[in-house]
Structure formats: C-alpha cells, structure tokens
C-alpha cells in the first residue's frame, strides 16, 4: 500500500521535464556532467571534480574575487563583527553593513539607491510583481533569464496580463506592446547579458520603444555586473549613458562573488519596492559578513587594480574567441567572459563536456531547456586569473575534440541562435 506522498511522486516522475532528465541520466550515466559534487578548490582556478583536478572553466566568479584574501577577510571580520546571520527580516531592521552596502552601490552605479535582495531571482521574483497592479501589463524577452519569466508569473497571478516578445527584436516588442492595449503601464524585462549565448540586447532601441509605450525598462544585467563597462558598472550605463526610465538589475554572487542581489534605482521606486516585494518583507536577508564583503569588493571595483584584472579578463576572453574561432567553429558570444562552442544534439554535447573534463578542462555542457532543442553548447567562462597558458590548453583540447568527433561550422551558431547572438569582440 503506497502513501499519497509516494503516488504524488510516482506522478511527477512521469512528467515531462522530470522525465526528460531521468532518461538523459538513464541513457548515459557516464557522460552527464551534472550534479557532480567539487571536492577540493586549489590556486590556478583548478579544482577537484570526481575524482580528478581540472582547470574550471564553469566559474562565474569572472574576476577570480572568490579567491581574493581582502574579500575572505572582510567576510571572516563580518563574521566576528555580528555572527553568522541577522535573524530578521529587513521589514523589521537591517544591519549596517546592509545600509552601507547599498549606499555603496548606489555610489558606484551613480544611481540615488540601490535595495539588495539576497539572490537575483529573489530580486526578479519580488521586484517584478511589486511593480505592478492589475492596470498594468508585463513583457519580457523570450529568451529572459527564468527568474523573470517567474517574476512574471507571479504578477499574472495577481491580474497581470503578461507576454514574450522574440529574442533582442525591438520591432516585436512595439508589436506585442500594442496587442496588450489599453493598459496603464508596462514593465518590458530584459537580460543585460544572455547567458547561454553571451548576447546583448540592443538596450537603446528597447528604451526608445518603451518611452513611447507608457512603459519601463527593466534590466537584469547580473552577469554584467563587474565585468563590462567602466568599474564593472555593467551593461546598461554603457549602452545608454544614463539611467533615465531604466530599472538595474545586478548580481552580488557571480562577478562579485559574496551573495545577493540588487535593484538599483531612483529613491521612490526603492520605497515603494521595499513595501511591495514579498521575498523582502517574508524572508530572511543576505548575512552580514556577506555584505561587509560586497563593501570591499566595490572598493576594488572603484581602484586602479580593476582595470588591471579587466585587461587580464579581456585579454582571455579575446584569446579564447580567437583560437576558437581559427579551429573552424561555432563560437557564440565573445563581448562578455561567457563563450558558447555550438555542439548541437544532447549526446554529443555531453560527449563533448567529457572529453574536455578527460584532457583536464571543465566546462559546462549545456542542453535543453536552457538552449533550445538540439542546440547542445560547451559553455566556457573565461576568468581574469586564468594563466594564458591554461586557455591554450583549453583550445588544445578543443582541437583534438574537433579532431576526434566534428563541430558545426560559424554559420550554424547564427542559424541555432536567434539575433544578437556573435557580436564583436571587445578591441
Ligand atoms: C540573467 C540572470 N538572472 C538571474 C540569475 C540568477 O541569479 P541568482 O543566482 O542570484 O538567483 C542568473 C544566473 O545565472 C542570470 O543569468
């Protein structure tokens, strides 16, 4: 006699995602690099994975800052400054280091605040639906990170009325913008950067559509932030200059590499998103020590020494793009530390993730949902603290993979991947 727990879980078993990936694991045991437990971190961004060390290429921490001794110090002071947690939510009180952390941001974004929240998704999930009422309607791209589309669906269930619009199309948004009339307002979310592909929007045509539309722009630019602009401001001061009807989204774990994340924004959006962001008022925060490290960490980011581990990050970036691209393949992305190799069918993807990871390399292998169908990609993330000698090792690897099983040529990226995908690569 099963229990209703067991029957509910037999039930969800046989549905379609959870059964798409038990068959993957099924299939092949062998080859999934996924849910693999990491053993020991050493120095050389190497790391032990299975039983065997590896140079990490699938770190977001993109400046190395997870290694920093300033920013481990300033988390082990946070620690003996206020314990390891503030149990309370901010709708009760916050610690100062949250205070200055977001003054902090702010300072550096050049925004009148910043409100963090303790991850991105926390940000999208409590942020979007706290922006809007049932007058008013919800856009995003199609290829949006899933925290918006859940942020959108959160909103949909108070009255929203929400859609997609195709991937980087400033055309289809005006189009699907109309469609949604009369409205109030619209939220139109985007990513800053694209993660699977490293594409960007094209953010000036998407503001212009949406100042005619009676709508914002929200941008979820985390894993932009640190990594483009001038002090790692990220994405959108860059492309637009000012943040003029323009909401930001950062990440405080990838770049970073502390915890959370943040909306930084005018002074009346943060009150009002204070009230109306539920993960806020009925969760916890992020950790002091945390925050006393994201303090440190936007003093690096404001010092000469950033411009020094950008050029060494850029640098990387551009000599992987290039070997890549000189072996004949598909490499999608190359503005940002995130490069996508095309591989194209489930198995081969993961075939092609074992290979690398046997020759001393780990990179993600990435299928289906997060790219679409057979549009299985290596993604590699570049870091400022890789020695150039271990990104030459990587396109050693990659060549004998090209070698032992060919990869799809450069016109099946753009064919794969909708616009915006394989943009210039940084000078
Ligand atoms: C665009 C975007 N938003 C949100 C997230 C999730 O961030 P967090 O881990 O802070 O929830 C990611 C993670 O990769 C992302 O790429």
């Known amino acids: 006699m099963t229990c209703p727990l067991d029957r509910l879980t037999a039930a969800l078993a046989r549905t379609g995602m959870t059964r798409f990936f038990g068959r993957l694991f099924a299939d092949y045991p062998d080859l999934l690099m996924k849910d693999q437990t990491v053993e020991a971190v050493g120095p050389d961004r190497r790391f032990k994975l299975a039983g065997r060390w590896v140079t990490n290429f699938g770190s977001d921490s993109f400046l190395g800052l997870d290694q920093d001794p300033r920013v481990i110090e300033s988390i082990e002071r946070g620690v003996r400054g206020w314990g390891s947690h503030n149990g309370s939510s901010r709708a009760f009180s ?47 791209d199609q290829f949006a990170h899933n925290s918006i589309d859940e942020g959108l669906k959160l909103a949909k269930a108070r009255g929203v009325r929400t859609a997609k619009f195709a991937h980087n199309d400033p055309a289809d948004l005006r189009r699907v913008l109309a469609g949604l009339r009369p409205y109030r307002h619209a939220v139109v979310a985007v990513d800053g950067v694209y993660s699977m592909s490293g594409a960007l929007p094209p953010l000036a045509e998407f503001r212009r559509v949406a100042a005619e539309n009676d709508a914002v722009l929200y941008v979820d630019d985390a894993h932009g932030t640190g990594v483009l602009g001038r002090q790692g401001r990220g994405t959108v001061l860059g492309a637009l200059g000012d943040y003029d009807n323009t909401l930001v989204v950062g990440s405080l774990s990838k770049a970073f590499s502390c915890l959370g994340g943040f909306v930084a924004c005018p002074r009346a959006v943060r009150d009002v998103l204070r009230l109306r962001s539920n993960p806020l008022i009925f969760g916890g925060p992020v950790p002091p020590a945390y925050l006393e490290a994201v303090c440190t960490v936007v003093d690096i980011l404001r010092s000469p020494e950033y411009d020094r581990l950008r050029a060494k990050l850029d640098a990387n970036v551009r000599h992987l793009v290039a070997g890549a691209t000189a072996l004949g393949l598909a490499v999608l992305g190359g503005c940002v530390p995130i490069v996508s190799v095309l591989v194209g069918p489930d198995e081969a993807t993961l075939r092609a993730g074992r290979f690398l990871f046997e020759a001393g390399y780990y990179v993600q292998s990435v299928v289906f949902p997060a790219v679409p169908h057979g549009s299985g990609v290596l993604r590699i993330q570049v870091n400022a603290c890789h020695h150039p000698g271990q990104v030459d090792g990587l396109l050693g690897a990659l060549a004998a993979l090209h070698r032992a099983a060919p990869l799809p040529g450069p016109d099946a990226g753009v064919l794969r991947f909708p616009a915006g995908v394989g943009e210039a690569i940084p000078a």
Do not use: F, H
């Not at 929240?117 to 639906?129: F, K």
């Open 94 to 140: 916050s610690v100062e280091p949250n205070v200055r952390a977001e003054g902090k941001i702010a300072d550096w974004l050049g925004t009148e605040s910043a409100l963090i929240y303790p991850s991105v998704t926390l940000a999208n999930t409590g942020a979007l639906p706290g922006l809007l009422t049932r007058q008013d309607v919800a856009v995003a």
